[in-house]
């Protein structure tokens, strides 16, 4: 069974940074796009970024500049490194990857479970 599991999330003051991590676990034959969302209170989910197989990148406006994502395919492990944090960040951050179970499977969309960032003086 795939797993996602984040972390690296907590508080922070406005103009600081933070690392999240997702690592991937389980039976995986082949992960395609990773990516982050983030859900603040009150508001729906969204895309922060994401990555292809190949490295390839996509950010949305708000956090261009700031954010970058990353990815291990050996280690299966996708990063964000999240600089000048602002409060409009805060919010929970999920982890979200394309991934083939095995090589007789077609891909599905694994979530993980979340990690609070909050970003606050």
């Not at 983030?38 to 895309?47: D, I, M, N, S």
């Not at 956090?63 to 280690?75: G, L, Y």
Request: with cysteine; aromatic share 10%; hydrophobic share 35%.
């Amino acid at each position: 069974q795939v797993q996602l599991v984040e972390s690296g999330g907590g508080l922070v003051q406005p103009g600081e940074s933070l690392r999240l991590s997702c690592v991937v676990s389980g039976s995986v034959f082949r992960i395609n796009h990773m990516g982050w969302y983030r859900q603040a209170p009150g508001k729906q989910r969204e895309l922060v970024a994401t990555i292809s197989s190949g490295g390839s990148t996509k950010y949305a406006d708000s956090v261009k500049d700031r954010f970058t994502i990353s990815r291990d395919n050996a280690k299966k492990v996708v990063y964000l490194q999240m600089n000048s944090l602002k409060s409009d960040d805060t919010a929970v951050y999920y982890c979200n990857g394309v991934i083939a179970p095995s090589a007789i499977s077609p891909p599905y969309v694994y979530w993980g479970q979340g990690t609070q960032v909050t970003v606050s003086s």
